[in-house]
């Protein structure tokens, strides 16, 4: 028995190109209708000849994630990205996409870099890319040279003629201000990254930007920043903070990542500084492991890998694309939802 495309359409009571459309593009399909074509692909465990469509249509249905990593391989930095690949690779999917993880590493301090295979051949219909830190020229050029559809998540759009989703970084620092006014706080202090140390992430800085900003407009004042380049300088900055503690009302950190060093050092150090409120920003993968909370801005980032895919999809189409580059907000919130 041959299962294929036809014996699905006889089976499913329906026509071989209405098995194609819902391989291809199932919206234009009634549920109605993709439900049979679904019962009868699940019933015999059928999937498309993925190698013999790409050389029919030149389309590979597959897009690639690239993914810079600092440092050499099996150097990990950023598990917080799953948050976003689970927002891509789940909207690909249900446009019978998948995506393919393409990590670069990039070692800054003799700015080498090492491209994966992908980079030789083009086996792919989109890129997306991720942006963790400063972004090489060299990756720029060569994933620009594929011609192919590519957007970058999380990046400042610092060139127009890159499609770059970040993310709001200022709605979240509004609200979250806003819940410091409403409690009385005014004098608050900054815990993050000296992003004028070197090519450091644009969201510390548009993150201390946006507070001071924001701070400024309702009255309250930054009385107290500082800045860490290392994890060393975390600690050492931790402990300095138990005798400062005094000239603040409210601490933000940038991560949860400072968050979690400055709580570990002072108890370490037996520093219980005054009581102040704790405040950061966090992954939405990061909420579940905590106990207490001041407050957080929880970072939209499973949304921002949504939306990288309706953009690469979008493209593919033909359709307009302005609609998906609209930067989302993160929100303020006391607790977590899970």
Not at 148 to 154: A, C, G, S
């Amino acid at each position: 028995m041959v299962i294929n495309q036809k014996f699905i359409a006889e089976k499913a009571g329906v026509s071989q190109k209405t098995v194609s459309l819902f391989f291809n593009t199932p919206d234009v399909l009634s549920e109605n209708t993709r439900e049979k074509v679904r019962s009868v692909v699940r019933q015999y465990n059928y999937f498309p000849n993925q190698a013999a469509r790409s050389m029919r249509c030149n389309s590979f249905r597959r897009i690639a994630c690239v993914i810079p990593q600092y440092g050499a391989r099996k150097h990990l930095q950023h598990p917080q990205l799953i948050t976003y690949l689970d927002g891509i690779s789940s909207t690909l999917s249900k446009q019978g996409y998948s995506l393919v993880f393409e990590p670069v590493y990039i070692e800054m301090v003799n700015d080498r870099i090492e491209f994966p295979d992908f980079f030789e051949t083009i086996s792919v219909d989109g890129i997306i890319g991720l942006c963790c830190g400063w972004i090489p020229p060299e990756l720029d050029q060569r994933v620009n040279s594929f011609g192919l559809p590519v957007v970058w998540l999380n990046r400042a759009a610092d060139d127009p003629r890159l499609a770059c989703i970040p993310i709001d970084e200022r709605s979240g620092v509004r609200q979250m201000v806003r819940h410091l006014r409403e409690a009385g706080h005014r004098r608050i202090g900054w815990f993050g990254p000296d992003f004028s140390a070197d090519r450091k992430h644009h969201s510390a800085q548009e993150r201390y930007a946006a507070l001071t900003a924001e701070l400024t407009a309702a009255g309250g004042v930054l009385s107290l920043s500082m800045f860490y380049r290392n994890g060393a300088e975390i600690e050492g900055l931790a402990r300095t903070l138990s005798s400062k503690s005094g000239e603040i009302d409210a601490l933000v950190c940038y991560d949860s990542g400072g968050r979690n060093v400055l709580y570990t050092t002072l108890l370490r150090e037996h520093c219980t500084p005054e009581r102040v409120p704790v405040l950061h920003f966090a992954s939405e993968w990061e909420l579940r492991d905590y106990g207490s909370y001041d407050g957080f801005v929880e970072l939209p980032e499973f949304r921002l890998g949504e939306l990288g895919a309706e953009y690469i999809l979008a493209r593919l189409a033909g359709r307009e694309t302005a609609v998906f580059l609209q930067p989302p907000a993160g929100e303020f919130r006391l607790k977590p939802l899970y």
